[in-house]
């Protein structure tokens, strides 16, 4: 793919009619939204999708899946009233997207809510 650059757009000065390769492309795309700030969408999107996952250690370790599902929901239970005062314009509901207990008996949970993650 060549696009002819008309003008120039990053600080490497190019001649008219020089043909862009898709690296400088994607170097000017960079540029242009850095300039004309991210949406909050955007930021959103980034933030929801590149949490990292909380680990909660248990002792004893948790045994199975069942022993799991009673534990999580005693610990939403638990913070539940102050979750919610702490987030008052937080309406949706408390939970993990996912999660699972790993060999040593402890949840890896994730969750895209910023809200939840920040408050754990």
Same mark, same amino acid.
């Given at each position: 793919? %060549?696009?002819?650059?008309?003008?120039?757009h990053?600080?490497? =000065?190019?001649? %008219?009619?020089?043909?862009?390769?898709?690296?400088?492309?994607? =170097?000017?795309?960079?540029?242009?939204?850095?300039?004309?700030?991210?949406?909050?969408?955007?930021?959103?999107?980034?933030? #929801?999708?590149?949490?990292?996952?909380l680990?909660?250690?248990?002792?004893?370790?948790?045994?199975?899946h069942?022993?799991?599902?009673?534990?999580?929901?005693?610990?939403?239970?638990?913070?539940?009233?102050?979750?919610?005062? #702490?987030?008052?314009?937080?309406?949706?509901p408390?939970?993990f997207?996912?999660?699972?207990v790993?060999?040593?008996? #402890?949840?890896?949970?994730?969750?895209?809510?910023?809200?939840?993650?920040?408050y754990?």
């Open positions: 793919m %060549t696009i002819f650059n008309s003008n120039s990053s600080q490497n =000065e190019r001649k %008219t009619n020089e043909p862009i390769r898709r690296e400088q492309i994607h =170097e000017i795309s960079v540029q242009h939204h850095v300039k004309n700030k991210i949406s909050q969408n955007a930021l959103h999107y980034a933030v #929801a999708h590149q949490l990292p996952p680990k909660i250690n248990c002792q004893p370790e948790v045994k199975d069942l022993e799991g599902t009673n534990l999580i929901k005693e610990i939403f239970s638990y913070i539940h009233e102050d979750f919610r005062k #702490a987030n008052k314009s937080y309406n949706r408390i939970g997207d996912i999660w699972y790993d060999k040593q008996g #402890a949840f890896i949970c994730f969750t895209k809510e910023i809200e939840l993650f920040v754990l």
